[in-house]
């Protein structure tokens, strides 16, 4: 091995001509030979140890700066190809150092060794224990990822026929109800629908399965949303305005009532040939009033717990609530048992808002609607038939909707099977014997309990589809009301029923009861009554 040592007076000598940013380092190639073993750089010292036909090799040189990398703070000495168990410092011939042969060595590659013995620095050991991290990270979050699309994907794809049941837990989280899960998303609080952004994708992800209803608006489906079944009211393109219109009265503030149809979201598809306009709304499986009265008789218990939750949503509708987040008095305008649904409890919900109208106190103006539909005549009021109401008054849309209200309660009130099982006898054996006999339908049951066949208000009085003029003669003219059985005088929740119509059937609009009286009277009775609405 060749004496490294360099005489202290040559040192400094030449640090007199050197710069001060210099480096002196030990040098054994044949390049420094000439200079005494020495080398000048403004990089770094390299000291560095092989085995080579089993003997050490020992290689001390200059690095320069544009070597390093980094440069200034190096941690890997680029020129130190080929070699193995490498020393780079930074101070004047600190390469002098001897190094240990390590351990292991490769000889695969002139690139390829072991840390600290190999080329490797410190670099590649961090890629090393990093990488296989990393991996992992991103194996995870490609996982979480792709699952999430496919719950997204199960949720919210558009399904054509099937529904596929794997989903349904998806849908609606804690076993809760559709209708709670709906009211928590409500904007606001307030119950008026799901938030805009949700209700545009609302008719994508609907099944529709069946037709439940037809009107002259379009028609009415079942649907599977959320695993829970709801309403689509689909209208026809040129009932454009009716649609708007009753989305725009659904989504009125805190009107969500438990009396009134809950409604979801307004929503248009196209399916190719035209644009759907939906609404949707809950679903209630025994469909309209009319539609339930025609296949279920009630006992007094379920009549007047009919009409005191219809009595309820209207009192809530007509019902103005003051605040910055408070409600609109609003006024139905087309009540009928057709536009009020029959909930699962036997409770009532009213629904079809088309036609209502909205009073605004602070400005005392109702914004009606700009449609050609009319309300229904079978169930329009005196002042209404005669054009005598008052179109500037807010109250006299409300009491049309309590005469309107008094028909139903009729309606109600004939299928009220008040006589329990001798009544029903009464009514399919012995009633059908004397019916062709009797020139009215009252003559016959003549006994407690008698159970009348459905009819609608004036149905012996007006044609089945009567014109404005007809039901104007009978109404205005006539002043022919319903007829109240006699026999409904000997029971006491049909006796309070037939006061409440007749109080609800005055020809001044004035006199008539108002909704909320209408529900506390009805309240009283259910008490009195023990029942439990």
């Known amino acids: 091995m060749a004496n490294l040592g360099i005489p202290l007076v040559l040192v400094n000598c030449l640090a007199v001509y050197r710069s001060c940013e210099a480096l002196l380092c030990n040098c054994t190639t ?44 190096p941690f890997y000495c680029l020129s130190a190809e080929g070699l193995v168990n490498i020393h780079c410092c930074y101070t004047d011939y600190c390469n002098s150092i001897d190094l240990k ?27 090393v224990i990093a990488g296989p991290l990393l991996l992992l990270c991103l194996v995870l979050l490609v996982g979480v990822f792709v699952c999430q699309h496919q719950r997204r994907a199960c949720g919210h794809r558009q399904r054509l026929e099937v529904e596929d049941p794997s989903c349904d837990h998806l849908y609606v989280p804690n076993d809760r109800s559709l209708q709670d899960f709906i009211y928590d998303l409500s904007t606001s609080g307030s119950g008026s629908g799901l938030p805009l952004f949700v209700q545009r994708t609302v008719a994508r992800t609907i099944v529709l399965q069946e037709v439940i209803g037809k009107g002259r608006f379009g028609e009415v489906w079942r649907g599977r949303w959320r695993g829970g079944d709801v309403a689509v009211k689909i209208f026809s393109s040129r009932e454009e305005r009716s649609w708007f219109r009753e989305a725009e009265i659904y989504q009125t503030i805190m009107i969500r009532h438990e009396n009134i149809l809950g409604f979801i979201a307004a929503d248009n598809k196209d399916n190719g040939t035209w644009t759907q306009l939906w609404l949707v709304s809950d679903h209630h499986e025994y469909g309209s009033l009319f539609d339930y009265l025609n296949r279920f008789s009630v006992t007094a218990e379920g009549m007047i717990k009919l009409a005191v939750t219809a009595a309820s949503g209207l009192a809530h509708l007509h019902m103005e609530i003051l605040g910055t987040q408070g409600k609109p008095g609003i006024a139905h305008r087309d009540l009928k048992s057709k536009n009020i649904l029959v909930k699962k409890n036997c409770t009532c919900a009213i629904a079809d808002l088309g036609l209502a109208v909205r009073h605004d106190s602070v400005t005392d103006t109702i914004d009606i609607a700009p449609n050609q539909r009319v309300g229904t005549k079978r169930y329009m009021a005196p ?11 807010f109250d006299s849309f409300k009491c049309a909707d309590i ?45 407690t309990g008698i159970l009348e066949e459905y009819q609608l208000p004036y149905y ?58 209408v529900k506390k009277s009805l309240s009283q009775l259910s008490v009195k009554e023990d029942i439990k609405v």
């Open 30 to 73: 044949a390049q420094c030979e000439r200079r005494g073993f020495w080398c000048e750089t403004d990089g770094a010292c390299m000291a560095s140890m092989s085995l080579i036909d089993d003997q050490e090799q020992h290689v001390r040189t200059c690095i320069t700066r544009d070597q390093l990398e980094p440069p200034g703070h």
């Open 403 to 447: 005469y309107a209200l008094g028909l139903v309660y009729w309606e109600i009130a004939r299928r009220c099977n008040s006589g329990g099982l001798t009544g029903c006898l009464f009514s399919r054996v012995i009633q059908p014997l004397y019916s062709q006999r009797c020139s009215y339908l009252n003559c016959c049951p003549v006994l």
């Open 101 to 127: 042969l390590p351990s292991v060595t490769t000889q695969s590659g002139p690139n390829e060794g072991l840390w600290p013995g190999g080329t490797w620095g410190l670099v590649e050991v961090v890629a």
């Open 383 to 393: 002042e209404v038939l005669d054009d005598t109401i008052n179109m500037r008054h």
């Open 460 to 517: 012996d009085l007006v044609p089945s589809d009567p014109s404005l003029e007809d039901m104007k003669k009978v109404v205005c003219d006539q002043k022919t009301r319903p007829n109240i059985s006699n026999w409904w005088q000997s029971h006491e929740a049909l006796r309070v029923m037939g006061k409440i119509m007749r109080e609800c059937w005055y020809a001044n609009g004035a006199a008539r009861l108002t909704a909320l009286r």
